[in-house]
């Protein structure tokens, strides 16, 4: 598998031969679970931001992960590309096929393989999304916390290292896989750990595929911690005068230790959005999102503590969501923040990017931000999970107007160094894909960036592995 991590490995388009020759026996394997047709290789590319759609050169739906490793070994003799695919949520052109080749989608691949619920874990395939795992475990008093806002597949939550709004009191995907199972670049099968919920037993490969993106492997089998569903859930929101003052209450919760589950930001532009979005009636504020989790007794002296905090940055009354649905209704118009954007400009192209920074500098950088939007004369609501020092900018571009493209451009360049500074770092959640590569020379440091190159140049040696993602090699 190891090659010398010194030479170069250049990513290129398969010759048709070789490509022909994968896609004729792959055809004559899967039947119609193969297919080249324009349309599904076109789904298979597309990307939900301005990144330019590239499709593989035929789709394979795997279902288990013999398969997977058979069409991997195939691919690697023939020095065919693979690009993994779950859901296609991600927002930074990771599903893109910029050297064409196979992608293998495991959407298919749903299966809960076992629930160990005296040992708070599940074991699952990459396919099932995050609800349909929280449906099944639903009759257990267990529950998967990480909820990105997409219903996104397990293994491309694991793939983009994913995070959201639960993150500030469950950690991210990082905290919560405990074993993986990957089909590695030569269709050899890996399993990175066993489910006990530590060890000291070698290095630590199972947060070496967390993030990874599909670079090193496939993932066809995940093992997750859960979390009993809690006696008690409460949420609601609070307004401020400004955003930096949510930024500051945010800021003043979490240092006081206030184990708040949920805690995000949404300003004035996007309650708007939102509110004509999911027909809500919130009060057209910069506002924060909290919910809080514990029992009866906990979660009231929870509320009331926060409660005191806001008061001291100029918060209005904590108004309760206090039925089910009614909280329901409200984290899904928060989740649906992407689409509500819309409302705000028909007809534009939305932008999502990401930073996030040291908590202790979370209302610098998001003053800052405000102010760039404004002179660049740019419409972005603003929201996130500002409990980790995360927040999202949702740009509108009118991508007609050449000028203002520029201009947003120009923008996020300023957006990702502002949060590098910051001693931040460029993407939260979203993940590099293609779209952020550049900005991985601003954070790291070249040795850095050469260690990095030095896994992917050992585990991948022919550079088949969703090239042209992460790090250029």
């Given at each position: 598998?190891?090659?010398?991590?010194?030479?170069?490995?250049?990513?290129?388009?398969?010759?048709?031969?070789?490509?022909?020759?994968?896609?004729?026996?792959?055809?004559?394997?899967?039947?119609?679970?193969?297919?080249?047709?324009?349309?599904?290789?076109?789904?298979?590319?597309?990307?939900?931001?301005?990144?330019?759609?590239?499709?593989?050169?035929?789709?394979v739906f795997a279902q288990s992960t013999e398969e997977v490793a058979e069409i991997v070994k195939l691919c690697a003799?023939?020095?065919?590309?693979?690009?993994?695919?779950?859901?296609?949520?991600?927002?930074e052109g990771h599903v893109n096929a910029p050297f064409g080749g196979i992608c293998i989608d495991l959407s298919q691949m749903k299966r809960?393989?076992?629930?160990?619920?005296?040992?708070?874990?599940?074991v699952v395939e990459p396919g099932i999304t995050r609800k349909e795992l929280n449906e099944y475990l639903r009759d257990t008093g267990l529950f998967f916390p990480i909820d990105p806002g997409a219903d996104a597949s397990v293994g491309g939550?694991?793939?983009?290292?994913?995070?959201?709004?639960?993150?500030?009191?469950?950690?991210?995907?990082?905290?919560?896989?405990?074993?993986?199972?990957?089909?590695?670049?030569?269709?050899?099968?890996?399993?990175?750990?066993?489910?006990?919920?530590?060890?000291?037993?070698?290095?630590?490969?199972?947060?070496?595929?967390?993030?990874?993106?599909?670079?090193?492997?496939?993932?066809?089998?995940?093992?997750?911690?859960?979390?009993g569903i809690p006696e008690a859930i409460s949420a609601g929101v609070?307004?401020?005068?400004?955003?930096?003052?949510?930024?500051?209450?945010?800021?003043?919760?979490?240092?006081?230790?206030l184990p708040v589950a949920r805690i995000?930001?949404?300003?004035?532009?996007?309650?708007?959005?939102?509110?004509?979005?999911?027909?809500?009636?919130?009060?057209?504020?910069?506002?924060?999102?909290?919910?809080?989790?514990?029992?009866?007794?906990?979660?009231k002296e929870q509320a009331e503590r926060?409660?005191?905090?806001?008061?001291?940055?100029?918060?209005?009354?904590?108004?309760?969501?206090?039925?089910?649905?009614d909280r329901t209704k409200l984290w899904q118009a928060r989740h649906d923040g992407y689409w509500a954007g819309f409302t705000l400009r028909p007809g534009a192209k939305s932008l999502a990017s990401d930073v996030c920074v040291p908590i202790s500098r979370l209302a610098d950088c998001v003053e800052e931000t405000y102010r760039d939007?404004?002179?660049?004369?740019?419409?972005?609501?603003?929201?996130?999970?500002v409990g980790d020092g995360n927040f999202h900018v949702n740009l509108l571009v009118n991508m007609d107007d050449k000028d203002e493209v520029a201009r947003t451009e120009a923008f996020l360049e300023r957006l990702v160094l502002r949060g590098i500074a910051m001693e931040g770092t460029c993407t939260g959640e979203h993940g590099v894909g293609q779209a952020k590569m550049k900005y991985l020379l601003k954070e790291h440091s070249p040795a850095t960036l050469d260690l990095m190159r030095t896994l992917k140049r050992s585990i991948d040696p022919l550079n088949i592995m969703n090239p042209g993602k992460v790090v250029s090699v």
């Open positions: 598998m190891l090659l010398n991590t010194h030479q170069t490995i250049t990513a290129t388009r398969p010759p048709q031969a070789a490509l022909d020759t994968v896609r004729d026996a792959l055809a004559k394997k899967f039947g119609n679970r193969y297919s080249a047709n324009e349309t599904v290789r076109q789904q298979h590319g597309h990307t939900l931001t301005w990144t330019p759609t590239q499709a593989p050169d035929a789709v003799l023939n020095r065919v590309p693979v690009i993994p695919y779950g859901t296609g949520t991600s927002l809960v393989v076992a629930v160990h619920a005296e040992d708070l874990n599940v939550m694991v793939s983009t290292r994913a995070s959201g709004t639960n993150a500030v009191r469950y950690g991210t995907m990082k905290d919560n896989v405990l074993s993986l199972t990957v089909v590695m670049p030569d269709g050899e099968i890996v399993k990175t750990a066993s489910r006990a919920k530590k060890s000291s037993a070698g290095y630590d490969l199972t947060r070496l595929f967390v993030g990874a993106e599909g670079t090193l492997g496939v993932i066809t089998e995940i093992t997750l911690r859960l979390y609070c307004t401020f005068p400004t955003v930096r003052a949510c930024c500051d209450a945010t800021i003043a919760t979490i240092q006081s230790g995000e930001l949404l300003d004035a532009l996007m309650v708007h959005a939102v509110n004509l979005h999911s027909k809500l009636g919130l009060p057209e504020e910069p506002m924060l999102l909290l919910e809080f989790h514990g029992t009866d007794a906990s979660v926060f409660g005191e905090i806001a008061q001291e940055f100029g918060g209005g009354d904590f108004v309760w969501a206090t039925k089910p649905e939007l404004a002179e660049a004369k740019l419409v972005a609501p603003i929201l996130g999970h």
